[in-house]
Structure formats: C-alpha cells, structure tokens
C-alpha cells in the first residue's frame, strides 16, 4: 500500500491530467494485486529496493503520458517568470474602463511591446486604442505599444483559444468580469483585474473559485489597489504601526468608527489631460455596480491594510452593522456632457424619474473587523469645483492620538496628513511623533517633516515629489504585480483578504438593499 500511495503522490503532483490519472489508476490496479502477493508471502523489501521500484513505475508512467506531460511542462513554462525582458505578454479584454489604458501610461521591461486587444467593436474599444495613441505619441517619455487588436462576436472565446499572451488585462464592464475572471484563470492565464472583481452577494463564490483554481494551476490572480501608493496614506499606515506615537487601535463605536474612510468621487473629470467620456453602461448599476460595491472596495481594503497591516484575515472576522445607498442624479444635459449621447438608453430607462437618471452610486458600510468598528463610505457628485478633483478623508483613532487625512477646500483640495492628540495622551507624545518623523520616516522619505499646528494638533509636510497622482499609481501598482509574477506567488495574506475585502462590499450591499 506504501507504493501506491507513493505513486498516487508523486504522480498526481506530477501531472494533473485527467487522463493521467486515469492511466494511473488502470496501472495502480495490477500492482496492488503485486503488492498484496508480496505481503502474503511476507518478502521484506528493503527501503533502497523500494525507492528504485517508485522511481521505476513513475519513469514507466511518465512515458506512457508523455504527451500529457509535455503539456504541462508547457504551462509550467508560460506560468513561470525570471525577470527577462520582455516574457510578460499582455491580453487585454473589453476594455470599457479607462484603467485599463492607465496600466499601459508607462512602459516595464518585462513587458513586451506588443499587446493583444480582444474587444467588442464599438466606442469602447476605440476610446481604448485612443488613450493608448496618445500615450505612444507624446512629447515627454512616449511609449511605444503595439496594439494587436480583435473585435468581433466570440471575443472572449477566441482569446482563449489564441492564448497569445500569458496575463490579462480586464478593465470595464463588471457584470461580466467574475465571469471573464474564473474562465480565464481556468485556461492557465495570470489576471491583473481592476476592481470591483465581484459586483453582487451571487457572483461572490465565483470569486471564491476563482482564487482557489488560481492556486491548483500556479497562476497569479490579483486586483489593482491603487490608493495603497497614495503617500499620505502610506505615511498614515506607518505612522499608526507606531506604539510610542499612536499607542493602539480604539474599538470605536457605530457612532465613532475607530477607522473611517470617505471618498469623494465625480462624473465629470479630466483622465491624462483629456475630458473623460464614459459609456453610457457606466450609469446602469446592473453592469457598473453600485458605488458600495465599486468605489468603496478601496476603501475596504485600506481599512484591513492599515488597521491589521500583513494580518491574514477570514470571512468570519467581518460583522455588517448596516448598509445604506442613495443616488445621484443627472440631468439629460448632464448625461450628455460625459457621454455624448442624446438619449438615455433603453437599459437605463428603468433608473429615469420625470426626464432625471437617478443612479444608486452613493454608498456606506458600517461593519466591525475583528471587533473593530470601521466605516467605509464613497459619494458621487457630477462635477468638482473650480481646482478640486477627487477628495478623501480618513480617520484613525488611536488610544494616544488621531491620524487623519483631510482633502477639501482649507488644503486646497490636496490630501493633507494631521496627527491629533487627544484627551489623557502620553506627555511624551510630541517628542516621540518628532523622532517618528523627523528621523524614522526621513530615512525611508527624505524631506518630509512635522509641523506644529496649534496645541496638541501637527502636520507632516510632505515634498510635492512624492503625490505623484492617481494615475501614476497604476505604473506603481504594475510593477509591484509583475514582480510578484517573477517571485511566483503574492504575500500569504493577499488572497485571503482579498477574499474578505469582497465578501465586505458584496453583504454590505446585501444589507443595504432589505
């Protein structure tokens, strides 16, 4: 019995194949008639004997699968990376998003050049290939894709079968995109997806799936966190690891989250210098998803990430307090400044009160992670005011001070990051935030430093060097996974709070629909 099970192990880790272990099996069932004559006869075979007969039978197995392990020896070699220039081949699927132009702004040495476009035909894919012109085409640092474009009936299925790259890229409509996600990573193909991955409380074990097969088939699937490289942020997260500055993390209550994060987005904005159109399926929550699923997953995982920094995270540490929604509302002129069309469509018909497009855009979750009370919530309004663009607030409270970040019109509309000592705080407080930041943080970000305010209140001026903007952050965010890719794997706790952070948004909309 030893044998086979040696065999099953071995051969099993070996080849995957289904017909593998079929021929496995049809072979295994002589042998364990061999192994069971031999203990009848109770013939000590010594351990050398018996590593020589394994290693035997898995040669002999090996060559009556040779096909089968030629295939897998191919994708091992797709799925495995060095760092050469050039090995990562980039699919990008139905790009209705402009992030997925924003992965290509710059270009990456292990990247090559040419890059795959499977698509639709319509404005989706044209505005894509517009974003990706204009990059090849600036001034300053232009980059030099070469787009190899489909589009037609069967897209999806074709680049499946073409195959012509070994990661893809998929940026746009997330009614289809957990579907798009699972079967791709069925094929053996690494993803890089922008969020949401999942947009409903039903497509959610899909993405469950998805991970798990990920992992049986050494493939890496990974979502594009970009607020993660936003400095104050970063400097926000550091900071709170510091128990001599923030002492530790409050409970909170649903009344004062310990961790609250706001954000503040708009219809109308400019994307690389340019008035953004958007297609008109953005407004339809049906395929965009809700702003509580879609907007509000940066901001859920920015909660895990600063609040339980590397801590592998479960479902079952995630309580849902309560869930609300509302929506924007757009005129037909507004609809038309960011669309180009018209008319509403026939699909979004179903939102139009009285000639207005009513979107259920605005969302928040309160919720408790690990008995921590947290609070994530994302607005949409049309436009910004004159200078200002997308905004955030965040909150962290701490036993010995509050870290904040504020972005409104007191900081001119730029993230400003604040420390706030609060009541009974350590005397020693402001010696301690002086070294934090004027030495520890200097080391890692030279030129940053604390300034006082007023009583028990700081600021950390930050060089403009270092807010390199919201698309920059995509660059960030590439290379990061690619060098992932090179490592084979992601940090042991990604997955599973990827995990949680979507099974967060998708029952925060749950409770916020009864």
């Not at 299925?157 to 699972?182: F, H, R, S």
Request: net charge neutral.
């Amino acid at each position: 019995m030893a044998l086979i099970f040696n065999i099953l192990f071995i051969s099993s880790h070996y080849n995957k194949s289904y017909q593998f272990i079929f021929n496995l099996n049809s072979h295994l069932s002589k042998k364990y008639k061999f192994v069971t004559q031999m203990e009848k006869y109770k013939i000590n075979i010594k351990m050398k004997k018996l590593s020589i007969a394994v290693i035997s039978v898995f040669i002999i197995l090996s060559a009556c699968t040779g096909g089968s392990q030629k295939a897998k020896q191919t994708d091992e070699k797709l799925n495995m990376f060095t760092g050469a220039k050039g090995e990562v081949k980039i699919m990008t699927l139905d790009p209705g998003h402009f992030h997925a132009a924003l992965v290509q702004k710059s270009m990456y040495e292990m990247v090559d050049s040419t890059v795959y476009v499977y698509a639709p035909d319509g404005d989706d894919v044209k505005e894509h290939l517009a974003r990706i012109n204009n990059y090849n085409t600036r001034a300053e640092n232009p980059t030099a894709w070469n787009e190899v474009v489909y589009t037609g009936a069967g897209y999806f299925e074709k680049m499946l079968a073409d195959k012509p790259g070994n990661l893809m890229v998929v940026a746009g409509n997330n009614a289809v995109k957990t579907d798009y996600i699972l079967k791709t990573i069925e094929a053996g193909i690494n993803v890089l997806a922008d969020k949401p991955m999942v947009i409903t409380p039903e497509e959610f074990p899909k993405l469950e799936k998805a991970f798990q097969v990920a992992a049986e088939r050494g493939v890496l699937l990974y979502d594009i966190m970009t607020e993660r490289h936003e400095i104050t942020t970063m400097l926000q997260r550091e900071l709170s690891k510091n128990a001599s500055v923030f002492g530790s993390l409050q409970s909170g209550t649903a009344e004062e989250p310990a961790i609250t994060k706001e954000s503040v987005h708009h219809f109308s904005k400019m994307v690389s210098g340019n008035p953004l159109k958007r297609p008109a399926w953005f407004f339809d929550t049906k395929q965009q998803g809700e702003g509580i699923v879609d907007v509000n997953t940066h901001l859920v995982d920015l909660i895990q990430w600063e609040a339980f920094p590397e801590v592998i995270l479960s479902k079952t540490d995630v309580e849902i307090v309560s869930g609300k929604r509302w929506t924007t509302d757009l005129t037909p002129e507004m609809f038309k400044k960011v669309t180009a069309l018209d008319q509403y469509p026939d699909y979004l018909q179903k939102d139009v009160v009285d000639g207005i497009l009513k979107v259920y855009s605005n969302g928040e979750i309160m919720y408790k992670l690990k008995g921590i009370y947290a609070k994530a919530s994302v607005i949409w309004n049309f436009e910004a005011p004159a200078g200002a663009g997308d905004t955030h607030y965040s909150i962290m409270r701490g036993t010995n001070c509050n870290i904040v970040i504020k972005q409104g019109a007191e900081q001119g509309y730029k993230p400003t990051l604040y420390i706030e000592a609060i009541s009974g705080s350590s005397a020693g407080l402001e010696t301690s935030l002086t070294k934090a930041v004027d030495q520890d943080l200097q080391a890692a970000y030279p030129g940053i430093k604390l300034v006082k305010q007023a009583d028990k209140l700081w600021m950390v001026e930050i060089p403009a060097k270092y807010s390199v903007g919201h698309e920059a952050h995509f660059t960030q965010v590439t290379e990061k996974y690619l060098q992932y890719l090179k490592d084979g794997k992601l940090p042991e706790w990604e997955i599973p709070n990827m995990i949680v952070k979507y099974y967060t948004t998708t029952e925060g909309l749950k409770a916020a629909l009864k």
